[in-house]
Every structure is written in structure tokens, then in C-alpha cells.
């Protein structure tokens, strides 16, 4: 652990079983962070790293702020970096930390505390500028390129005087809600596409009974994360190998955040 010039305490684990005991500090900070991204939530973090980290060369970064003075109140996570040290880049030898990513984590913006996101960063690169830690590189790989946590990064690459340069740029589609989910498949569809899917249902339903069902807090979880794994595999993905349930850790990764997921109530099928 070190302090920074803010009185900010930053804590760096390469052992992911000590980061049992940051658990409480960790979901408070989900719970306020800048960018939310449940891929860097205990319950989805956790579980990939024990099926897909290993032989990585973890580095978590925690940046902690201290309570008030007299306080009795515990010291505040403001921040959570899980990276990796790699040494190449894109077949460079050049040694790098980078987010920490696998092949099912489709986000890597870290946690930064909504109200401190400035101070927050700032002790961060800081720590990366001053430790240096034997790297050439720090690789801000899969965030995204319009929200407030890349206006932090580039302010402080401006305020650090450090060079940058952006490797990948990719667009994804953006789900824009509308006031309910009739008005959004009007405004979104055409209707010529509308009339061919309801032509689409009506053959569908000549071969049985279609039935459109949610899966409740009532309902058995177990069930429909065993038919979501089946039907995928029953498919290409499944011929091509690239399935959940092609490996065993794909399919234990599934199956453990399915259930964490439905338990917190944020599963939807």
C-alpha cells in the first residue's frame, strides 16, 4: 500500500484470493460508479477469474480515500483497476498492463466513484508515472469512446504530458428505449418488416403452440439455464466449438453468474 499526494491509499494485489476481504468496499462502489459494468462486479469478476485466469499476471488496483476525521466510518473504495501484465503488444516486445479481459467480458471500464472519478484517476496515474512497475505501456483496451470515464483519461493524459495513441475504434449498436416496447418496434421496424415477422409467427404457429414466457423469481432457474445452454449448443456455435457449453469452464462460468444473477434479480429470460 501506498499513499498519494491526496491521502489516497492505493493497494495493489497480485492474488485474487485477497480480494476477499474488499468484497463489502467493492459492491458499495458498484453500487456509485462512474460507468457501471457488471463484468467488473464481484459476482461476474470472481468466477472468471477462476475459470479463465489462469497463468495471467494479475494486478488489482485499489484506490482508497480515508474517512473523515473522528469518523468511525469505514476507508471508501473510489476506485477498482483489474489488470494484467502482459510483455507484448501485438507481437512487440513492448510490456504493457492492460484491463483485464475474457472472452466472455464484452466491457472493461473499471469502477471509479461517480463523486471522486477525478481525484480517483488522478492517483492513478500518478501511481502508474511514478511506479512505472518495469512497463512501457498501460493499455485502456474494450471502454467506451464517448462516456465521462474516456474524458477522464484523456484529461489526465493532458495533465500528465504523456503520448497516446488509439490501436482499435469500433461502433455498436445503441438500444435507445422508447416509452414502452410497442412504440419502440414502430418507431425501429419498418412495417413492412413487422408484417413479415407476424407472417413468420403464424407459420411458426402451425407447427404447435407458441407460448411467450418470462422467467419469474418464482421460477426454476436451473431449468431455463440448462435449455439457454442446449439450444446454443444445439447450433453453430456449438459445431463451430465456441458454445458455452463446449468446455466445462464455459459451462460452470454460465451456470455459476446465471444463478448469482437470478438471485440479485438481474437475470432476464
Not at 481525484?119 to 471502454?143: K, P, T, Y
Not at 449448443?233 to 448469482?260: H, M, Q, V
Request: with cysteine.
Amino acid at each position: 500500500m501506498r499513499q498519494n499526494k491526496e491521502d489516497l491509499s492505493i493497494v495493489v494485489l497480485r492474488d485474487a484470493k485477497e480480494l476477499g476481504v474488499h468484497m463489502s468496499a467493492w459492491e458499495r462502489l458498484c453500487a456509485s460508479s462512474l460507468e457501471p459494468n457488471v463484468f467488473y462486479e464481484p459476482w461476474m469478476l470472481l468466477p472468471a477469474i477462476e475459470y479463465f485466469g489462469e497463468a495471467i499476471d494479475f494486478w488489482f488496483v485499489l484506490i482508497y480515500r480515508p474517512a473523515p476525521d473522528g469518523s468511525s466510518e469505514p476507508l471508501e473504495l473510489i476506485g477498482f483497476f483489474p489488470l494484467c501484465r502482459e510483455n507484448t503488444f501485438r507481437v512487440l516486445p513492448i510490456r504493457h498492463l492492460m484491463l483485464w479481459q475474457h472472452k466472455y467480458c464484452f466491457l472493461c471500464t473499471p469502477l471509479v466513484h461517480t463523486a471522486r472519478a477525478h481525484e480517483c484517476m488522478s492517483a492513478f496515474f500518478d501511481w502508474l508515472v511514478d511506479e512505472r512497475h518495469g512497463i512501457d505501456l498501460m493499455v485502456f483496451n474494450q471502454i467506451g469512446g464517448d462516456g465521462p470515464f474516456q474524458q477522464l483519461v484523456d484529461d489526465r493524459i493532458i495533465e500528465h504530458r504523456l503520448r497516446r495513441y488509439c490501436a482499435d475504434c469500433d461502433s455498436r449498436a445503441a438500444f435507445l428505449p422508447a416509452a414502452d416496447a410497442e412504440t419502440y418496434l414502430q418507431k425501429t421496424l419498418s412495417s413492412e418488416y413487422r408484417r413479415q415477422m407476424k407472417r413468420k409467427e403464424k407459420r411458426l404457429a402451425e407447427c404447435g403452440r407458441i407460448e411467450y414466457v418470462t422467467l419469474t423469481q418464482n421460477g426454476d432457474p436451473e431449468a431455463w439455464l440448462e435449455q439457454f445452454l442446449h439450444l446454443e449448443n444445439s447450433g453453430w456455435k456449438g459445431r463451430e466449438g465456441s458454445a458455452l457449453a463446449s468446455t466445462p469452464a464455459g459451462r460452470s462460468y454460465f451456470l455459476e453468474i446465471g444463478y448469482e444473477a437470478y438471485r440479485r434479480g438481474k437475470l432476464i429470460m
